[in-house]
């Protein structure tokens, strides 16, 4: 019984033992590993259609992370903050960290008043832990770190450029020490921006560029925009209202505003496919909220645009002096991505149709290389079912030779034979080619006339100062009496406007239109212009060497070679040969 | 000798025909090595298109062709891969019978020089025989036939085809003796492009030499006969000349075509040398170059026919080797025709010290232009030196080979009358050297 109750104390000692050895380690790895504190991740996009057309875009992604860089220790663990930028903020003793790269300018009078405004090129601003004691040597080590981190060449501040503002950059978190000692701040206007800095900029999201908002950054469609700014913020602030517990915060903006003409070729209508040629299929998993705004301020009951896939969530908000509202997307919900598991949002604008030319033309040169081309002339026939003729003419320079028998009108696939064809060849450094024809134009159908070219090299001086900018050629002419509608007025004694009474009208049923398509822009082989001297030289050289070898053939005759005598004997025999005695 | 030649024919007709039918053609036909402004195929359709279109095809700057040009392609330009495979077994055909009547002569000649003792004993060696004469005729066919140069010229339909064939039956008429006809193709010839006109020193001498006329100013028959050869040339020439008058009724194809020779307007780059030379001329001295590089063609001719008088058909080789080079806009079927030529000296083998590197920089050449065009033209990674250079080194080595030919020759006429192992005063073995 003894051994028994001994046994049972010891086991239940035992347990006892293990589980609070058991607890002691849970809790010292529990503060051992979280002695970094929660972190939190959000990411939201902001699309506000703007006045002038074009559309404005605003990523912002923000990590918050509850822990001191300024303890002894280091940090170890890093989980949604990026570790590069917790070491700088380590090492350096930086309290608040502004960086932007922008390319192109905001535009305050189109465009409004951006989220985060910023200026062209590269800025820099820091304001330093009182506990550094040498702001320049820290400030120009920080500096080349940035440079390396975000692959730009901020190495080129240096103190040529660097400024302490004295009471223009208040600290943005929060910080009771405003001695402007330990802020420095840097623009580099001639910076610019591209994917080599994009993408250490997207490296350093929690989820990278893989999932969640920021999978649409991709740099062909981010870059070829009006305006891009992509910055960095970090600084302090305050957990709660007490702030009894700061955290440190990383905000990651992203602006871009994209051109009606450039992006969306003149139609208005924006959606994420058009903008980043991508659509979003989930939210960041490291997220806890992950949501898109589109600015609907302007269009309440859905009169001036419409927007699908429609949302019920609404928001509104006081953004820069104005309340806006906004229809929200929540990506951490499945039901915004729909049935097709993908969400591409699309803002439709309602316009009504222009009234359609009844006659216009384009031109264009297709073909590849220096050696050969084609001029492509299109010219459309919008009436539903009248046919008309036009007179086409083209005046095409002499250094662009022409074969006429590859000219071919095709309209509507078929062959469209001219009625008249007048053409003159050009003569080189006289006059240029002319080709006027006659064509008829089928209703409602599109006509293509085009004619083969060859290159020619010119002499050097005959090019211009710039010759890899090309050469002009002038617009072709289209002149045609267009069947009019409304009956035209025959009198031209009349009293009309002055805008009507231009071309002189000699029938009712039509009216004259000249009609001019584009100038091309052709390249063509150019000789090396440095060379003149070293080409006349290389080319006499050859021709001297011909020369040479014929002349030596021609001549001289073969004869047999004796060794000459010796220094010694050649001397002797000239004594020899004074003498008068026979040479050796 | 008859069967394979047919074979041989045959044999270079399917090939052409082959590439005809494939999608090489269109390549072929844009390449600026192959075609020039003179001779390229589109510039004929063009001219042809101008004709039905009204206009005179010499009143613009792409035609460059003669009237007769327009007179021929005007009936059979639907059947122009015939003309132009006809035209280049004319040619092969001339010169296998020209060559077949040369070598009769040359070896007549050796049995005279050998019976009246000529030639000193040791040089017994050069002694050429009937067996490897035998197939000498074949061979210079089949360079022409086979000859790749050849090939892409015919596939790329280029007058250059018409051209060599004139000369070729220039060639095979003067060699067999035919005063008359010699002149006829003469002016032909020298009415298509000027540059054959250089060829009538060889004819005259080689037919002097035939007709056993003595070569010497001071002789009247020497006169005489120039004289005559002179008015059968011209007489045909006007002949010609008023022909292509009365197709279009005016003298506008003069300075399209003659002047366009002269004058090098179109600096189109091609494998010759005056493209970049006169693209990157000083304004100022345009017409003295001009000047001085035409000269450079018809130069030789004079000094040339008086080395060689004895050796006309030498001197032939050499004239066409010098206007290939030389011309204007040359093109690869030009080379094709002198190349033609070198089996008749393949006895000159022993003496030619360059042949090696001269073929290795010739295979080499042609390999680079076509690489170095798309380079400059559609890669835009390198410039037009890069071609001017591969143009500058072909043209070297056809020099060397053409300096080294005749170097060749007048090694094996020396060692002809002087022997062929000779020795110093000491007795050692003796070095040639010119001096």
Partial sequence: MAEQKFSLSVCVCVCVCVCVCMCVCVWAVRAMMCGCGRDDFQEELVIRPLHSGDIYASFQFRTVWETDFMRGNKVSHYRLFPKSLGQVISKFSVRELHISFTQGYWRTMQWGQPFQPSPPGAELWVWFQDSVTDVDGTWKELTNVLSGIFCASLNFIDSTNTVQPSASFKPLGIGNETDHRFLRYATLPREIVCTENLTPWKKLLPCGSKAGLAVLLKSEKLFHSSFHSQAVHIRPVCQDWQCKTTSWELRQTLNVVFDLHNSAQGKREWSLFKMFSRTLTEACPLASSSKIYIDITDNPQGEQFEVSPATPLLSQAVVLGDRRTFSVYDLTQQITFGTVRSLNLLIRWKSSDMLRPLLHAERYVAGYGLQTGEIHTLMYNNHPYRSFPVLLLDSVPWYLRLYIHTLTVTSKGKDNKPSYIHYQPSKDRLRPHLLEMLVQLPPNSVTEVTVQFERALLKWTEYTPDPNHGFYVGSSVISSLVPSIVAMDTNSTRERPLFSSFFPCKEESSYFVRVYTEPLLVNLPTPDFSMPYNVICLTCTVVAVGYGSLYNLLTRSFQIEEPSPGLAKRIANIIRKMRGVPPL | ?435
């Fill in chain 2, 1 to 435: 000798m008859a069967a394979p030649l047919t074979l041989l024919v045959i044999l270079s007709v399917t090939i052409r025909a082959v590439l005809y039918r494939s999608s090489l053609a269109e390549v072929i036909s844009e390449r600026v090595e192959v075609v020039s402004p003179l001779t390229a195929w589109k510039r004929v359709v063009e001219g042809l298109a101008l004709l039905d279109l009204g206009v005179s095809p010499y009143s613009g700057d792409v035609f460059h062709e003669t009237p007769l040009i327009i007179y021929l392609f005007h009936f059979v330009v639907d059947y122009a891969e015939i003309t132009f495979m006809l035209a280049d077994v004319i040619t092969a055909v001339a010169l296998y019978m020209a060559v077949m009547d040369y070598n009769k002569q040359v070896f007549r000649k050796q049995k005279y020089a050998l019976e009246a003792d000529r030639y000193p004993l040791d040089c017994l060696e050069l002694i050429r025989s009937p067996k490897e004469m035998y197939y000498i005729p074949l061979k210079v066919a089949m360079f022409y036939l086979l000859n790749p140069f050849t090939i892409l010229s015919c596939v790329a339909k280029s007058t250059c085809g018409l051209n060599n064939a004139v000369i070729a039956l220039f060639i095979l008429t003067t060699i067999k003796g035919n005063v008359l006809l010699s002149a006829i193709f003469l002016s032909l010839a020298t009415y298509q492009s000027i540059y054959p006109l250089t060829l009538c020193a060889p004819a005259l001498l080689y037919l002097m030499q035939r007709q056993f006329i003595p070569v010497n100013f001071r002789r009247v028959s020497f006169w005489w006969f120039i004289a005559q050869y002179a008015f059968m040339y011209l007489g045909s020439l006007f002949v010609i000349v008023g022909l292509s008058f009365f197709l279009l009724g005016s003298w506008d194809y003069v300075p399209s075509v003659y002047g366009f020779i002269l004058s090098v307007p179109d600096l189109t780059p091609n494998i010759g040398l005056f493209w970049y030379f006169f693209a990157e001329m000083f304004e100022h001295f345009r017409l003295f170059f001009l000047c001085v590089f035409q000269i450079n063609v018809f130069f030789y001719t004079i000094p040339l026919s008086i080395k060689l008088k004895e050796h006309p058909v030498f001197l032939i080789f050499m004239q066409l080797a010098v206007i290939s080079i030389f011309k204007s806009y040359p093109t690869v079927g030009d080379i094709a025709l002198y190349m033609a030529f070198l089996p008749v000296w393949s006895h000159l083998h022993r003496f030619l010290r360059n042949i090696f590197l001269v073929s290795c920089v010739l295979l080499a050449c042609s390999a680079l232009f076509p690489v170095l065009w798309h380079l400059w033209i559609y890669a835009g990674s390198a410039n037009s030196n890069f071609y001017y250079a591969i143009t500058l080194l072909f043209n070297v080595a056809q020099i060397l080979l053409v300096s080294d030919y005749f170097y060749a020759f007048l090694r094996r006429e020396h060692h002809l009358s002087y022997g062929l192992y000779l020795k110093r005063k000491d007795g050692s073995e003796a070095t040639l050297v010119l001096k």
